[in-house]
């Protein structure tokens, strides 16, 4: 089970450089960016988690841009966005960003995707038909893998049309990268299975103790849809060995921790620890 790490990137937060160097030094697998255009002010939809809307939510960087800036200072750590929402991007641009990325990276990236929560950010960008959401998210990334994956791509779909084009470049990683979709059980789970190329749950929510419950359920959800299961990427775990172990065990690919949007001498300690937690599931 490979270790990776988030982080909401702020103009006060540690940078993603900085971070980066220092998770690939650590021996972690990957770094992964949150997306957040812009909270409007209404706050009719509830945060997920439950509670108030963190701080870092509204003062988060592009993650596109963070990531190219992480990709400048490694080698070899594997860059997400974790997630983007696509429902409120353009396809045609997002895929440009997606495949300019891969290449700066070497072929480092991994395209972490979801559909949202905030329904009044999604209609700030045109996206107001908030139930409607995931499939336009399906139809804009079958056509992204057009783009990204054909001379000259087109897409006919319900809501997502492309006349034959040219767009340029293409990812280094073929037919393009990984897609994981994010999205709670079963839901998530399902259109994973549908149109990803791997899953993100969170660790727990307010409706759920333990994602790790689920993951029977997700390998015959796999087999029912004739498909090996894709990767599970867990964000959000604590930093509780046995449990790793055990979701290792149950064939968990990768964890990522959430880390708040702080400097480095705050961020040090806390990878200091995840370094002792990492160890004792190597050694369990």
């Known amino acids: 089970m490979q270790f990776g790490a988030a982080m909401f990137f702020t103009d006060y937060s540690m940078s993603a450089a900085a971070l980066a160097t220092q998770l690939e030094a650590r021996g972690f697998d990957s770094l992964w960016a949150p997306e957040h255009s812009h909270i409007p002010l209404s ?27 992480a990709a400048a200072a490694t080698s070899r750590l594997l860059l997400g966005t974790g997630v983007c929402l696509v429902p409120q991007r353009d396809p045609i641009q997002t895929a440009k960003q997606v495949a300019s ?18 329904a009044e950010e999604m209609a700030d960008h045109g996206t107001t038909d908030f139930k409607g959401r995931h499939k336009l998210m399906r139809e804009r990334i079958e056509a992204m893998r057009a783009i990204w994956s054909q001379d000259r791509p087109e897409y006919q779909g319900t809501l997502v049309q492309l006349p034959p084009m040219i767009a340029n470049p293409k990812p280094i990683q073929r037919p393009h990268p990984p897609v994981i979709v994010g999205g709670a059980f079963p839901w998530g789970a399902r259109r994973a299975l549908r149109y990803g190329d791997g899953w993100i749950p969170h660790a727990a929510r307010p409706q759920y103790e333990d994602v790790s419950s689920f993951m029977p359920a997700w390998h015959a959800m796999a087999a029912e849809a004739g498909r090996t299961p894709p990767p599970v990427t867990i964000f959000g775990p604590r930093p509780e060995a046995d449990r790793l172990q055990r979701w290792r065990d149950a064939g968990v690919a990768r964890v990522v921790i ?21 160890a004792a599931v190597a050694a369990g």
């Open 43 to 69: 706050r009719r939809s509830p945060f997920p988690a439950g509670g108030e809307l963190p701080k870092q939510y509204y003062d988060v960087m592009d993650p596109f841009v963070s990531l190219a800036a």
């Open 258 to 278: 959430a880390l708040p949007a702080a400097p480095s001498d705050r961020i040090a300690p806390l990878l200091d620890r995840w370094e002792g937690v990492r």
């Open 101 to 118: 990325l891969d290449q700066l990276s070497r072929g480092r990236f991994l395209f972490g995707v979801g559909a949202g929560w905030n």
